[in-house]
């Protein structure tokens, strides 16, 4: 589609929301004009449609709707749910992948970083589906989308064996982005004395046996871990203009710690000191929608809306829940946490600056890509009517009345 006109919304621009048309012509956003602009607008559908027999030319009415940058999804796991909702209930990826992607614009996001785990080896999280996962997604992509498919390579560093992978695929840039995990019981998520071990048993229906070697191995590996080869590694990463992160962090110990490895991003960290230590840092701080949709972490750690409040948390992932991203954004805003301006931004251009894209992607500024949703209300719940996807619509959905 190379001309589509968005017509009456309240555009939520990078610091101010403003009654405006968007314009987009071959993918970019080429205008937005206020109602006081309202002639320069009718001025550029005239043209637009001049000598238009085709029909070429859209115009979506967003009166009384908002209308958003695109949202960006930095950490989502929910595809391995999409392979594997239950134990030992393998689906094809090629089916899975695209009937994930079927969800994503209907829920505002128009970037996903696919979470994918190297090393954890529990569920998918192993070798034997990470090689063909990333592959899938990369021929995919260049193929067809609905939307912008991106690679987040999350690495545990107690993987011994899989340093030499996670470097070829850094150096080759078949990944987007990356993270640093190590979720040996003891520390981090896993703090707390048997938690990790509940985790397992909950998740995988491990006995106690399997359970306690599990937890041996892994521990042994952490031993053995080449931490000299994880900085080069973060270093090969900055090389190629890939952002990384670290995860869990603990303590503002950690974050220290982190930061010497060159990342850029705290995902999660466990409680608001060290989530205002990261920030304080210069990192960006990421915490899941899903924490603030609910008002508690599912782990029992550090409320999201906490560090909101305290100014030590400037990105909202969906983390394993699509759906909260968006309305997490518009929680923020109806309980006068943020204004709305500020809680897109920590789903759209905030995401978009830390990985190295918002000169593209991530605002509704003329000249970047037509990544933008139009986004209703129904019961104080956001709901996306439409969704465009580099100057396409993806998605356009409506309802009936039965009343």
């Known amino acids: 589609m190379s001309k589509l006109l968005i017509r009456g919304g309240r555009a939520v621009l990078p610091d101010a929301v403003a009654d405006a048309d968007v314009a987009v012509r071959n993918g970019r956003i080429e205008g937005i004009w206020t109602k006081e602009e309202r002639a320069r607008s009718e001025a550029w559908l ?29 950490h ?3 595809i391995e749910k999409e392979i594997q909702p239950r134990p030992n209930t393998l689906f094809p990826l090629d089916m899975s992948l695209m009937e994930f992607e079927r969800k994503l614009p209907l829920h505002g996001i128009t970037t996903m970083y696919h979470s994918l785990s190297l090393g954890v080896g529990l569920s998918l999280r192993g070798d034997h589906l990470l090689t063909q996962l990333v592959e899938l997604i990369r021929e995919y992509r260049c193929k067809r989308a609905m939307i912008r498919h991106r690679i987040h390579l999350r690495y545990e560093v107690s993987h011994l064996d899989g340093l030499p992978v996670v470097e070829r695929y850094v150096r080759e840039r078949q990944v987007d ?20 071990e509940r985790y397992v048993m909950k998740n995988q229906g491990v006995d106690t046996e399997e359970v306690r070697r599990i937890t041996e191995e892994l521990i042994a590996r952490e031993r053995q871990v080449d931490w000299d080869g994880l900085r080069r590694l973060a270093g090969i990463a900055a090389e190629n203009g890939i952002s990384v992160a670290s995860h869990d962090d603990d303590s503002p110990q950690r974050v220290e710690e982190s930061s010497g490895f060159g990342v850029n991003v705290s995902e999660f960290p466990l409680n608001v000191e060290t989530a205002v230590f990261a920030k304080e840092k210069g990192l960006h701080v990421c915490v899941g929608a899903p924490n603030v949709v609910r008002g508690v972490s599912h782990d029992k750690n550090m409320r999201a809306v906490d560090a909101i409040r305290a100014g030590a948390a400037d990105i909202l992932c969906s983390d394993y829940h699509p759906a909260s991203l968006l309305t997490a954004v518009f929680k923020l805003f109806a309980d006068g946490e943020t204004d709305l301006p500020a809680a897109v931004r920590m789903a759209t251009l905030n995401p978009a600056r830390a990985l190295g894209t918002a000169e593209t992607v991530g605002s509704l500024e003329p000249g970047k890509a037509a990544d933008l949703i139009v986004v209703d209300r129904f019961e104080g719940h956001p709901w996306v009517t439409h969704t465009v996807v580099d100057g396409t619509i993806v998605y356009e959905g409506g309802v009936y009345y039965t009343g």
Do not use: K, W
């Open 76 to 78: 989502c796991d929910a």
């Open 177 to 196: 982005y990356l993270s640093f995990m190590n979720h040996v019981p003891g520390q981090g998520q896993y703090r707390e004395p048997g938690s990790f």
């Open 46 to 74: 005239a043209e637009a449609r001049e000598g238009d027999a085709s029909g070429e030319t859209v115009i979506i009415d967003a009166e009384g709707r908002y209308v958003l940058p695109g949202l960006i999804d930095t």
